[in-house]
């Protein structure tokens, strides 16, 4: 594997024929391309999440190669780079991710569905009037930018602006710039700093209803504790994750769909299929097919030892689609039972705040498009174009032909009950008990038990009805997950903490 080129046309046009290889053959093996280990197994993969006394987070919005002298003197004139949220360990970002979890709770997510089904909405009913039409370039550019940029409180106007910004960033970071190109894209990332700063002075002056001014309020309680250097930067790393990656997984998805017609139908006959089918599109193609980490010390891992301070990169998508975690890993299945346990929003501490943002945003738009565009297909012998990137697997255009029009739903996308399960029930049968001090929402115990835990409108774990069915063993085994041990089991009569 010491060929290996995350960059070819070959890999990129499919990436998993060589990460299935290596699952086989060198499950963990050394690149010199990229100077990092590969991990490619679902099992070494999830023993590196869980990892964080063995592996730092600390790379992972880190250049995967090296920044001329030149492009580096222009990066110096943004604000200063501190570690928040992907990039921070430890306290540093447990205390960072506490806040951004308050900013960006369930309550805040479901305050923007009303606009996202409205948009979407708008988007796919111009899709429809064309008789060919690029999915990519009409629902799934636009539509994660919108949502994403307005939970921030951007303006509309300056999406456009926003998402140049945000992809020469991440070229910058994990794609192989050519020299002559660094120094224009290094100004670029320094006038998208240079906007934030100014839009955190603006809601300063004047908050409004959005995620920036939410951070504000709690930057005004405790100065100390959250700056405003802080919050820039978690502006600066969440400008790219509320949108880059639902872009990729809304084209991943109706791309798969198209392509395994069957599977299509079931969605169709049965809408009740449509949070499994999200679960099996972020399952099957990973937005993010790898992802980077670096060793703290020494440490063994699927039979190679990484010396300390080496790069690591974990291979979401190749670990998504390992055999051993997933039978019959390569069929596309929308009624998978536990697609669910899939890597690509990550694990623990770090599992992503997003998510159940992108899954409602990727809900919304299957509904639509069971209720507007049934009959759509793929058009045939086209090439699926993607971004050279390591890190983010992008589709750049997907054409499809809509079909003759469906009458529209007057259900539309809320025609069906939402799959997230209301928060804040509680359990009153059960000897369960969430330390709400301790919960930062890593959704450990949901994705292992979504009828027995559920995110509540305040950004914490609660205890739902369904936890009475589990028994004892069970919870203990689901608490085990939680890597803050927010999650107490507790014996007859006990009092919870």
């Not at 190669?65 to 430890?90: C, H, I, S, Y």
């Not at 939680?482 to 006990?494: E, F, Q, R, T």
Request: net charge negative.
């Amino acid at each position: 594997m010491h060929d290996f080129d995350p960059l070819a046309d070959d890999y990129l046009r499919d990436p998993y024929a060589v990460l299935q290889v290596a699952q086989r053959e060198h499950p963990v093996f050394f690149s010199p391309e990229l100077d990092a280990y590969i991990v490619t197994r679902f099992a070494d993969v999830e023993q590196v999440f869980a990892d964080s006394e063995s592996f730092s987070s600390s790379n992972t919005v880190s250049p995967l190669w090296p920044v001329t002298a030149e492009a580096a003197a222009v990066l110096g004139k943004a604000f200063q780079r501190l570690p928040t949220l992907t990039n921070a360990d430890g306290e540093r970002h447990d205390s960072m991710r506490r806040f951004v979890q308050k900013a960006l709770s369930p309550r805040r997510y479901k305050s923007l569905r009303p606009r996202l089904e409205a948009q979407a909405a708008e988007l796919i009913d111009r899709l429809r009037s064309q008789p060919v039409a690029d999915f990519y370039a009409d629902v799934a550019y636009p539509l994660p930018a919108m949502t994403g940029f307005g939970l921030l409180g951007f303006p509309e106007e300056d999406t456009e602006l926003l998402k140049s910004w945000v992809s020469d960033r991440q070229q910058m970071t994990w794609g192989k710039t050519q020299p002559e190109d660094q120094v224009r894209i290094a100004e670029n990332i320094v006038a998208f700093s240079d906007y934030i700063e100014a839009f955190i002075q603006t809601r300063l002056q004047s908050p409004q209803d959005d995620a920036v001014s939410d951070l504000l309020a709690m930057h005004r309680e405790k100065p100390d504790e959250l700056t405003l250097l802080d919050i820039a930067n978690i502006v600066f790393l969440l400008s790219a994750g509320a949108h880059e990656s639902t872009t990729a997984l809304m084209t991943h998805c109706i791309r798969r769909l198209m392509e395994n017609p069957a599977e299509w139908e079931r969605v169709k006959a049965d809408p009740t299929l449509i949070p499994t089918a999200v679960e099996e599109a972020l399952r099957y193609d990973a937005s993010s097919i790898m992802w980077p980490r670096k060793a703290r010390v020494e440490v063994e891992l699927g039979g190679v030892t990484i010396p300390a301070g080496s790069a690591v990169l974990l291979a979401l998508g190749g670990a998504n689609r390992d055999e051993e975690a997933f039978p019959d890993a390569q069929r596309f299945d929308v009624g998978r039972p536990d697609s669910r346990r899939h890597l690509s929003f990550g694990r623990t501490t770090h599992f992503c705040l997003g998510a159940p943002l992108a899954r409602m945003e990727m809900e919304v738009v299957l509904r639509l498009l069971v209720a507007k565009v049934p009959n759509m297909t793929l058009v045939e012998d086209q090439e699926f174009p993607y971004q050279k990137n390591v890190v983010m697997r992008s589709p750049q255009g997907l054409l499809i032909r809509p079909g003759t029009p469906a009458e529209s739903s007057s259900e539309g996308a809320g025609g069906e009950a939402s799959a997230q399960t209301t928060a804040g029930t509680a359990a009153t049968s059960t000897l369960v008990a969430i330390d709400t001090d301790k919960c930062l929402a890593a959704g450990a115990c949901v994705d292992a038990a979504p009828d027995a835990f559920a995110l509540s409108d305040e950004g914490q774990s609660v205890v739902l009805p369904g936890a009475a069915g589990r028994t004892r063993e069970e919870l203990l085994k689901i608490a085990t997950l939680c890597p803050n041990g927010a999650i107490a089991v507790l014996a007859a009569g006990s009092k919870t903490p």
